[in-house]
């Protein structure tokens, strides 16, 4: 019954690759967030979806890329991997725009 | 724009001593106020959280928080810590008039000691 899943729970990989993290949410919710978590446990938002819509695309890099296939998952692709992606994502989801925000467990990626 | 400030990074604590997290937050227009707690390698889940109204807010675990728009502050209160609850606690705002996204402050650690 886990309301905000994400998968992998951790990635290693090698820079230069291509990878992929899933979310998804059962809570019926509208509006789906992704964010990244650096190594000072800093968070910021990366982008937003509501309805399978765009809505907020923060500042980074074209190599992300969210696919949101239906209301109920919001993807995150990441090519050419570099050092720096490595991070905790967090994917989020609300019921709308100005609805309190639940989190999954998060994705620690590593790239080495 | 919204910006959020924690003023101690990290906050030790004995057990059964009342502890208080720090928040201030600076916007040009209303905001929503939030606290999330993040347990060691878990997520974010929500504490508390201030829409409007009563300005003292009571939520799991024992917390309370209180927002005063004046010092614009919203500090996390409980009377008596428990070593369970030992974790990363973030503060955070949103815009009521905008898009829902959060913006975070950097984190207090609360450790607690027997």
């Known amino acids: 019954d886990t309301a905000v899943s994400q998968t992998p729970k951790y990635l290693v990989t090698q820079m230069g690759n291509d990878k992929s993290i899933k979310c998804e949410q059962n809570?019926?919710?509208?509006?789906m967030y992704w964010y990244k978590q650096d190594s000072k446990k800093f968070l910021k938002i990366m982008f937003s979806?509501?309805?399978?819509?765009?809505?907020i695309n923060e500042t980074v890099p074209n190599r992300f890329s969210p696919k949101s296939p239906d209301k109920a998952h919001l993807n995150l692709h990441i090519n050419s991997l570099e050092l720096g992606d490595s991070a905790v994502y967090f994917c989020?989801?609300?019921?709308?725009?100005?609805?309190?925000?639940?989190f999954g467990p998060g994705t620690r990626l590593t790239v080495l | 724009a919204q910006s959020v400030t924690q003023l101690d990074s990290q906050v030790p604590v004995f057990e059964e001593a009342p502890v208080e997290l720090r928040c201030n937050y600076s916007?040009?227009?209303?905001?929503?106020l939030f606290w999330y707690v993040q347990y060691p390698n878990q997520g974010l889940q929500l504490l508390l959280k201030?829409?409007?109204?009563?300005?003292l807010v009571k939520g799991i675990n024992g917390f309370e928080a209180e927002f005063n728009k004046s010092q614009t502050s919203f500090h996390l209160r409980k009377p008596s810590v428990h070593i369970s609850d030992t974790a990363e606690y973030f503060c955070?705002?949103?815009?009521?008039?905008?898009?829902?996204?959060?913006?975070f402050g950097k984190g207090t650690m609360l450790l607690v000691s027997p």
């Open positions: 916007s040009s227009v209303s905001v929503y």
């Open positions: 979806y509501n309805n399978k819509e765009l809505i």
């Open positions: 809570l019926g919710h509208d509006t």
């Open positions: 989020a989801s609300s019921l709308g725009e100005r609805d309190t925000q639940y």
């Open positions: 201030y829409l409007s109204g009563s300005t």
């Open positions: 955070a705002v949103s815009d009521p008039g905008g898009y829902s996204t959060l913006t």
